[in-house]
């Protein structure tokens, strides 16, 4: 799951005139951001079919959605810088290309080592996407619109996950899991070559000469300084060990219901699908919530993120763990659902509240690798390795054990804040 919010690129016309071309853009850059999550979340729903196929383990099958998040996060700030020297729409256009070709290849695999391989490309060609997006964005449209282009732009990775969680059943099932990947690799394609349409807006501005601050380990090394902050550290752990919860739960559920509840990887699929949603719900409903009760501190922020946990953790651990198959399974399900993405807006502004204006970019850039690498990549591998041991049910208990280690996390962060600003 990205939680990139732009700070730097931004046009310094306060009255951009915004045309009809500028929409065009917009349209062809949401498309893209949404065919990078379908692409992305496809895979969950077909892990029916490509167990039975290859006979593979879930450990094996959960390394195919930790190959993505890991590639994401080891390519993010290289891919970010490369775009800012060679050319934001060059990197974009090379980037779809080669996450859809890539997805094409996972149809066209004949065993799963060459999959997983074509996974981690995927990854490779999603990286550093959301910014260098971003960055096309706000170069034409006015700042008085940046706050709705931005969150329409973020909203598409939550519709495409979604999108890529039904979808996967869906195609599956009607034409199998090969031409599956076959159909959603076409639409990318096409528009990356659309993509060559449009001109950097960068390109209007005078040409600039990057200083080597721009370098990857200059904005490593000012990083690792803001992360001297305990709250920005213990905020990033508390992220990375709720992205654990989320990304295990987004990849093994419709497998899970597929098993428990003995429905085809279609519906399962689409049930999926409604926890999904109502965990992109969940998304601006705790970040209202921590803005409206966290008062504008840091540490008040996180207690109201850490209940978010603690209660998406009780009604996961609940569901997996207590109850057996059926209506109350199902709305704990929901409910969890719907509480596990309270940090995916908090933790940003966290780490930008406690940041310098100089550093914002490149901590929220370290802050994605990071939960990436450690949450995201993580989860699916390490959920569907307890699988092969424990089954899946208990696999998932112990992913949602995770909430409760983040909302401890989360509760201890402004522990450590109120400590560090004492001892100033």
Same mark, same amino acid.
């Given at each position: 799951?990205?939680?990139?919010?732009?700070?730097?690129?931004? !046009?310094?016309?306060?009255?951009?005139?915004?045309?009809?071309?500028?929409?065009?853009?917009?349209?062809?850059?949401?498309?893209?951001?949404?065919?990078?999550?379908? &692409?992305?979340?496809? %895979?969950?729903?077909?892990?029916?079919?490509?167990?039975?196929?290859?006979?593979?383990?879930?450990?094996? *099958?959960?390394?195919?959605?930790?190959? #993505?998040?890991?590639? %994401?996060? /080891?390519?993010?700030?290289?891919?970010?810088? *490369?775009?800012?020297?060679?050319?934001? %729409?060059?990197?974009?256009?090379?980037?779809?290309?080669?996450?859809?070709?890539?997805?094409?290849? @996972?149809?066209?695999?004949?065993?799963?080592?060459?999959?997983?391989?074509?996974?981690?490309?995927? $990854?490779?060609?999603?990286?550093?996407?959301?910014?260098? $997006?971003?960055?096309?964005?706000?170069?034409?449209?006015?700042?008085?619109?940046?706050?709705?282009?931005?969150?329409?732009?973020?909203?598409?990775?939550?519709?495409?996950?979604?999108?890529?969680?039904?979808?996967? $059943?869906?195609?599956?099932?009607?034409?199998?899991?090969?031409?599956?990947?076959?159909?959603?690799?076409?639409?990318?394609?096409?528009?990356? /070559?659309?993509?060559?349409?449009?001109?950097?807006?960068?390109?209007?501005?005078?040409?600039?000469?990057?200083?080597?601050?721009?370098?990857?380990?200059?904005?490593?090394?000012?990083?690792?300084?803001?992360?001297?902050?305990?709250? #920005?550290?213990?905020?990033?752990?508390?992220?990375?060990?709720?992205?654990?919860?989320?990304?295990?739960?987004?990849?093994?559920?419709?497998?899970?219901?597929?098993?428990?509840?003995?429905?085809?990887?279609?519906?399962?699929?689409?049930?999926?699908?409604?926890?999904?949603?109502?965990?992109? /719900?969940?998304?601006?409903?705790?970040?209202?919530?921590? &803005?409206?009760? $966290?008062?504008?501190?840091?540490?008040?922020? *996180?207690? %109201? #993120?850490?209940?978010?946990?603690?209660? !998406?953790?009780?009604?996961?651990?609940?569901?997996?763990?207590?109850?057996?198959?059926?209506?109350?399974?199902?709305? @704990?399900?929901? /409910?969890?659902?719907?509480?596990?993405? @309270?940090?995916?807006?908090?933790?940003?502004?966290?780490?930008?509240?406690?940041?310098?204006?100089?550093?914002?970019?490149?901590?929220?850039?370290?802050?994605?690798?990071?939960?990436?690498?450690?949450?995201? !990549?993580?989860?699916?591998?390490?959920?569907?390795?307890? !699988?092969?041991?424990?089954?899946?049910?208990?696999?998932?208990?112990?992913?949602?054990?995770?909430?409760?280690?983040?909302?401890?996390?989360?509760?201890?962060?402004? #522990?450590?804040?109120?400590?560090?600003?004492?001892?100033?």
């Amino acid at each position: 799951m990205h939680a990139y919010q732009p700070t730097s690129v931004i !046009s310094s016309e306060e009255n951009i005139r915004v045309t009809a071309k500028a929409w065009m853009v917009f349209a062809l850059t949401f498309a893209l951001m949404l065919l990078d999550f379908i &692409d992305r979340q496809i %895979v969950t729903s077909m892990f029916p079919y490509l167990k039975a196929d290859w006979q593979l383990s879930d450990k094996q *099958l959960g390394a195919l959605i930790s190959a #993505v998040s890991l590639t %994401v996060a /080891l390519g993010t700030i290289p891919v970010a810088l *490369l775009a800012d020297r060679w050319g934001r %729409v060059r990197i974009i256009v090379t980037m779809a290309l080669t996450w859809s070709g890539a997805t094409m290849a @996972c149809g066209a695999a004949g065993n799963y080592t060459t999959m997983l391989v074509a996974r981690g490309a995927v $990854g490779l060609g999603e990286a550093g996407y959301a910014p260098a $997006g971003a960055a096309i964005l706000a170069g034409i449209f006015p700042r008085r619109l940046h706050s709705a282009i931005f969150g329409a732009f973020q909203g598409a990775g939550a519709v495409g996950t979604i999108l890529g969680v039904w979808l996967g $059943g869906w195609l599956a099932t009607r034409w199998g899991w090969k031409a599956a990947f076959g159909i959603v690799g076409v639409p990318g394609l096409v528009l990356a /070559l659309c993509y060559m349409w449009v001109r950097d807006p960068a390109q209007a501005t005078p040409a600039r000469t990057l200083t080597p601050a721009y370098s990857f380990w200059t904005a490593l090394k000012n990083g690792l300084i803001l992360f001297k902050k305990p709250i #920005v550290m213990w905020a990033c752990v508390g992220g990375a060990l709720q992205l654990f919860t989320v990304l295990s739960l987004y990849s093994w559920l419709p497998s899970f219901i597929h098993r428990s509840y003995g429905v085809s990887p279609e519906k399962a699929g689409a049930q999926a699908a409604i926890v999904i949603l109502l965990g992109a /719900l969940g998304t601006v409903a705790w970040g209202y919530a921590v &803005d409206r009760f $966290g008062q504008g501190n840091s540490g008040r922020r *996180l207690r %109201v #993120v850490a209940i978010g946990s603690l209660l !998406s953790g009780g009604f996961l651990m609940a569901a997996f763990g207590l109850l057996p198959v059926g209506q109350s399974q199902w709305l @704990c399900l929901m /409910l969890g659902g719907f509480c596990m993405t @309270c940090s995916i807006g908090a933790v940003p502004a966290v780490v930008m509240e406690n940041a310098e204006p100089g550093l914002r970019a490149t901590s929220l850039a370290l802050v994605a690798m990071a939960q990436n690498l450690f949450g995201q !990549s993580l989860g699916p591998f390490t959920t569907g390795a307890l !699988s092969d041991t424990l089954g899946l049910e208990r696999a998932l208990s112990i992913a949602a054990a995770f909430a409760f280690l983040a909302a401890a996390t989360f509760a201890w962060a402004g #522990v450590a804040h109120l400590r560090s600003r004492q001892a100033i």
